[in-house]
């Protein structure tokens, strides 16, 4: 654990049960918060309830805000639409509409499966695929090919979730991580509480649709700003294509061979002038519909992470993430 984590749990320790206290009159009886999607304290609750100077020292490496941020700005985003602009190195929100609603994440699911994988294994880990990691069979999931038997490094299959995608790769990462898919979830869950997205909550490690697996557009603002700690997080989103070869059951070899779903990288739709799309993570479900998380640079290579939650379709998504980014440069 970073000492920045364990100093932002440190303080959330002792300002909680201040908020307790200004909540309730300060009486006598004790009271104790148990974690829960639905109702638990999330870091910009939290701040809200602080002065300044406490809002300070718990978010001194966040950006926070507890509403929309839109005055000022020219984004038009669909009525349904949910997004944020976040500066990094300023912890600024340039914009924000719904950045706190509860919504379907897709495949950006997989930015969460790669943190805890990087942070709990080694790439080169050897990776074993099991009947389970080869049997989804959900109509539309994006498959790499795995089969039971196949051997590949953890390396190999976070290029294969990042850049392709794949939902195969990310049940044996998951199995590899957790020992199991329900295994991992409960470290998926364990990481978002650790970072405050505590109104997010994970049920795989892929995306694939579940009732009961959600996100917030600023709970993946923090949840992917922890990811790019991890310089092969960094590498990997920002990759055109991949090329690699693993082995079968029998030692044989197969290759891997994978353009990335990112219609910015692959040219389809260019990013404003003075403005860098290094790379990001896409999703799509029907639930879901069309999102989308960047990591972008200014002429000056200051960082942004921006985020499109529930577009109508890739084309609007892609129109209004370019609008979105445009507020860089009027930032």
């Not at 920045?4 to 006598?28: E, S």
């Not at 340039?94 to 997989?110: C, D, F, M, N, R």
């Not at 779903?261 to 519909?289: M, R």
């Amino acid at each position: 654990m970073t000492s920045t984590n364990k100093r932002k749990r440190a303080v959330l320790a002792v300002w909680l049960p201040l908020l307790v206290c200004i909540l309730t009159g300060c009486d006598t009886k004790e009271y104790t918060f148990t974690y829960d999607p639905n109702s638990a304290i999330s870091s910009f609750q939290v701040t809200e309830s602080m002065t300044a100077q406490q809002a300070d020292l718990f978010a001194e490496d966040l950006c926070v805000a507890a509403g929309d941020v839109t005055e000022g700005t020219t984004v038009q985003l669909e009525e349904e639409g949910y997004g944020g602009l976040f500066d990094v190195n300023k912890h600024d929100v340039v914009y924000a509409k719904g950045i706190h609603e509860k919504l379907y994440p897709a495949s950006i699911t997989k930015v969460l499966t790669a943190l805890v994988a990087l942070k709990h294994g080694d790439p080169e880990d050897i990776i074993t695929v099991s009947a389970a990691s080869a049997g989804i069979t959900e109509s539309g999931a994006t498959l790499c090919g795995l089969k039971t038997g196949d051997t590949l490094t953890l390396d190999q299959a976070l290029h294969a979730l990042l850049i392709y995608s794949a939902n195969d790769a990310g049940i044996a990462i998951a199995e590899h991580i957790g020992g199991s898919v329900e295994g991992f979830a409960e470290m998926m869950n364990e990481e978002a509480a650790a970072l405050g997205a505590t109104r997010s909550h994970f049920a795989n490690p892929h995306g694939l649709h579940d009732e009961d697996h959600y996100v917030t557009v600023y709970d993946l603002y923090l949840i992917f700003q922890e990811a790019m700690k991890y310089e092969l997080f960094t590498e990997i989103i920002s990759m055109e294509s991949y090329t690699t070869t693993y082995n079968d059951r029998n030692g044989e070899p197969k290759t891997f061979d994978f353009k990335t779903t990112n219609q910015f990288l692959q040219g389809a739709y260019a990013a404003p002038e003075n403005i860098t799309v290094i790379g990001g993570k896409t999703g799509t479900t029907s639930a879901a519909k069309s999102c989308l998380i960047l990591l972008s640079k200014d002429a000056s290579g200051n960082p942004y992470i921006s985020v499109i939650l529930h577009a109508s379709e890739r084309a609007v998504l892609y129109e209004e993430m370019t609008g979105l980014l445009s507020e860089i440069d009027a930032h």
